[in-house]
């Protein structure tokens, strides 16, 4: 099997396992006990914090510890906006980018839905990109939070994120991003980014799923959104998953060690696989931006084949990758990334996105290439049967 749906998820790395392997058998003591046994876990959960906080810029009491990336996404887009509007009946608007992941879309819809807010929806242009003036069109003394995506998990396109960032302080919004698949790729200082929030994900970067990170800015509020004993600083209660923790904080910490030498060997890959696709299959064509984007993203339509069907037989010849994102999976509707980019809906209905691990190399992207020309060849050739 070649893996190449890396933005889907990860393996857990074995570093990972061995940090976290204690705090699930000897150490596992819940942090809030008063003995020995639960602040040895509390020690550990807080070494972990200062090494998330470490890689972000931050200080350690600005990182909250959640259940993953939609979670951190969740309270970061209703708890800063709920927030704000208590503090400023007037904010009562929210701006999200139109190809945000579910996760930020649905949040902002929850929004309106249940608590009356208007949602800005902020547009891209045909490669996904924000430009600052878009956002700055849609944020004013209204807004509770923007919320733009520093990566997009479909196409792979980078946002402009320092000058997102400064347009919505221009008019004292708080800023929010979705680095899920940013991590271990770009940098990840929040100072040098300039924002509010910022949402991490485990499982993208070889940690387990269902354990990630919210930075918000000690001077930013947050209402929370699980009532409970008062963890994470009142942010988000419940029994802290230390093990989890300590697995998110390692793997974090090794991606972002790596992250110039990977990305760059990544990148220069990824061309290669880019090109060899667009030279043997002369109908696709590459979305999202042609060079600001993830260094291990290539993403595709096939113009009159049915994205499933080349997925199928892409799986038949031993490649795995996937039509959008995992996260709409199940669903036949095209993508609202690449409809907001542009495409008609038809050629989105052709996507077919690879995601590469770290561990790639030439000679597997090589044979995975020529698995697409092949899978595209059949079919493309029973359609026309
Ligand atoms: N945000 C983005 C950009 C993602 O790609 C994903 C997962 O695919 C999420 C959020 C959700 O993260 P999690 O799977 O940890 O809930």
Redesign the pocket.
């Known amino acids: 099997m070649i893996y190449l749906d890396s933005?889907?998820t990860t393996p857990v790395r074995l570093e990972v396992l061995e940090a976290m392997w204690p705090y699930l058998t000897g150490e596992f003591g819940n942090p809030s006990s008063h003995h020995e046994l639960g602040a040895r876990a509390q020690e550990g959960l807080e070494a972990a914090r200062a090494e998330v906080a470490a890689v972000l810029g931050c200080r350690p009491s600005e990182v909250t510890f959640t259940s993953?990336?939609?979670?951190a996404?969740n309270l970061a887009v209703k708890g800063i906006a709920l927030a704000r509007r208590a503090a400023d009946s007037r904010r009562n608007r929210v701006a999200v980018s139109a190809i945000e992941?579910p996760?930020v879309l649905e949040s902002a819809r929850s929004l309106a839905r249940l608590h009356g807010f208007q949602v800005d929806v902020v547009p891209v242009d045909s490669v996904g990109r924000v430009t600052p003036e878009a956002l700055a069109d849609a944020v004013g003394p209204q807004t509770a939070v923007a919320s733009i995506?520093y990566a997009n998990?479909e196409v792979g396109t980078v946002q402009p994120v320092p000058e997102l960032a400064a347009a919505s302080r221009a008019v004292r919004v708080p800023f929010h991003t979705?680095a899920?698949?940013a991590a271990g790729w770009l940098p990840l200082d929040v100072r040098a980014l300039g924002v509010e929030a910022l949402?991490l994900?485990g499982?993208?970067l070889g940690a387990p799923?269902g354990v990630?990170a919210l930075f918000v800015a000690g001077r930013v509020a947050v209402e929370p959104l699980v009532d409970g004993g008062g963890q994470e600083r009142g942010l988000r209660s419940g029994t802290e998953n230390v093990a989890g923790a300590v697995a998110f904080a390692t793997a974090l910490r090794l991606a972002d060690a790596e992250r110039t030498t990977s990305a760059t060997r990544l990148a220069g890959l990824r061309d290669a696989f880019i090109g060899r696709v667009l030279a043997l299959v002369p109908d696709a064509m590459l979305t999202g931006h042609p060079t600001e984007r993830l260094p291990g993203s290539a993403s595709f339509c096939f113009p009159r084949v049915s994205g499933e069907s080349v997925l199928l037989e892409l799986e038949r010849r031993g490649i795995v990758c996937s039509s959008g994102?995992?996260?709409a999976a199940g669903s036949s509707d095209p993508s609202h990334v690449l409809t907001a980019m542009g495409i008609a809906p038809v050629v989105a209905l052709t996507a077919v996105r690879f995601t590469l691990p770290g561990t790639a190399d030439a000679e597997e992207l090589d044979r995975a290439a020529d698995a697409v020309a092949q899978a595209y060849d059949a079919v493309a050739s029973l359609g026309t049967r």
């Open positions: 933005a889907a993953g990336g939609t979670e996404d992941h996760a995506m998990n979705d899920v698949q949402s994900s499982h993208k799923k990630g994102s995992a996260c």
